[in-house]
């Protein structure tokens, strides 16, 4: 049962453009917040939101999902605050957790290749060749309509992306090849353009955890841990190394800060490799010059 106060930051949230996945991530975190802290939401102060975050880690949970909860927890607390005008402090201010920061985990061509070999169903390997091409999000997959596509410039439109921002995203020969294909199998006049093909829900559209569900039996059934994101690293990592630049690719991901586009640079980048052996040798043909002189 949701708090008057849940209620009007769920209309908040939807007034700005966040997605159903979004908001409904949001709200389930605060009401584990709210049903767990001991006092009502005008009397938590810093010790609450410390104590929580202890609780947290008893419950084994990563530092990532704590530092998720954290951020929910504060930004509804700026909400209200800021629109329904509550006398508070925000007591999520300097309560964190140290983060680990991995770099982006990508598939080596071998292992892209395994993957693909034993995705054989028609709607899945064009979902999946999406993300690894053009570097969609499986929110975005899954929220893809028949209309978004425009075979004869071969582009799609991701219209509400993470942010609630629009971009254009380029179709390879492959892909364009794939959605073909695949609508060509399907029967259904649904807008959605991946569609469950078992079950209660055929004919309706995939859901984010059903597209999961999928790259989890194929990562199983190849033994090639993978999933959906690091398709979208993959495409990333590849188009570095193809010597695209750091913007294109920022542009073709929808990344608000070129920073996030950097971390690829960390990772598998062999235009750096290219660059070092014909700087070094430049460097190295100077200095035989300078000692035969």
């Known amino acids: 049962m949701e708090t008057t106060e849940l209620i009007g930051y769920r209309r908040s949230l939807k007034r700005k453009n966040y997605s159903n996945h979004t908001v409904e991530n949001y709200l389930n975190i605060l009401q584990h917040f709210i049903t767990w802290v001991p006092v009502p939401l005008s009397e938590v102060t810093r010790q609450e939101v410390g104590a ?3 609780h947290l880690l008893r419950k084994r949970r990563k530092p990532k999902t704590i530092t998720c909860h954290l951020q929910t927890i504060r930004l509804f607390f700026d909400y209200l605050i800021d629109e329904e005008g509550m006398d508070l402090i925000n007591p999520v201010t300097r309560v964190s957790i140290r983060l680990p920061k991995p770099l982006p985990r990508h598939l080596k061509d071998d292992q892209v290749g395994e993957l693909f070999r034993i995705i054989t169903d028609l709607r899945d390997r064009a979902m999946f060749l999406l993300m690894l091409r053009c570097g969609l999000r499986v929110e975005e997959v899954a929220n893809l309509t028949i ?12 219209l509400n992306g993470k942010g ?9 020969e492959d892909v364009c090849a794939a959605l073909e294909t695949y609508l060509k199998k399907r029967s259904s006049k649904s807008k959605g353009f991946f569609l469950v093909q078992k079950g209660l829900m055929t004919g309706k559209p995939i859901s984010v955890r059903g597209i999961q569900k999928r790259i989890e039996y194929y990562a199983r059934k190849s033994q090639v841990q ?3 994101h690091q398709l979208r690293h ?7 190394n193809a010597d695209a630049g750091l913007a294109t690719i920022q542009d073709l991901l929808g990344h ?3 920073t996030t586009t950097q971390r690829y640079c960390q990772v598998s980048n062999l235009k750096v490799q ?3 052996y014909q700087a070094i040798q430049i460097v190295m043909e100077r200095t035989q010059l300078l000692e035969y002189d």
């Open 274 to 276: 290219r660059d070092y």
């Open 52 to 54: 929580y975050v202890d």
């Open 256 to 258: 608000g800060q070129i």
């Open 147 to 158: 209309d978004a596509i425009e075979y004869q410039r071969r582009r799609l439109m991701v």
């Open 164 to 172: 609630g921002k629009d971009r254009v995203v380029y179709l390879s």
């Open 234 to 240: 993959t495409m990333a990592t590849q188009l570095l």
């Open 226 to 228: 993978v999933s959906c």
